[in-house]
């Protein structure tokens, strides 16, 4: 099984950037869709970003879209979610998450949490005023 590890969160002010990570442990990422999500308290998780397996189409909440990046790298061994413009209703737990079924598909297919396989234990983003 592939085991997800996020990083890079921390406290910043709005307006800040960040840069979140994600490894995989064990094995390689090239054969897995990534997702970003995140879940404030009191809140269901919801979509932030995605990348399909060949890293070449992204999908984005509307909430993110122009101010975050999902990217992947040459390796495909880690995930990235570039973080702009940050503002406090950005403050959540983000996971990254993989999902390990071969192909293409819609961006709804991306944006739904229960297409994904593999969880991380989620890094803390906490945006003050």
């Known amino acids: 099984q592939v085991q997800l590890v996020e990083s890079g969160g921390g406290l910043v002010e709005a307006g800040a950037s960040l840069r979140l990570s994600c490894a995989a442990s064990g094995g390689t990422l090239r054969r897995y869709a990534m997702g970003w999500f995140r879940q404030a308290p009191g809140k269901e998780r919801e979509f932030v970003a995605a990348v399909t397996m060949n890293g070449d189409t992204t999908f984005y909440a509307d909430s993110v879209k122009g101010r975050f990046t999902i990217s992947r790298d040459g390796g495909e061994n880690t995930v990235y979610l570039l973080m702009s413009s940050l503002k406090p209703d950005d403050t959540a737990v983000y996971y990254c998450?993989?999902?390990?079924?071969?192909?293409?598909?819609?961006?709804?297919?991306?944006?739904?949490?229960?297409?994904?396989?593999?969880w991380g234990q989620g890094t803390q983003v906490t945006v003050s005023a």
């Open positions: 998450a993989a999902d390990n079924r071969v192909g293409n598909f819609s961006g709804n297919y991306y944006r739904s949490r229960h297409e994904y396989d593999y």
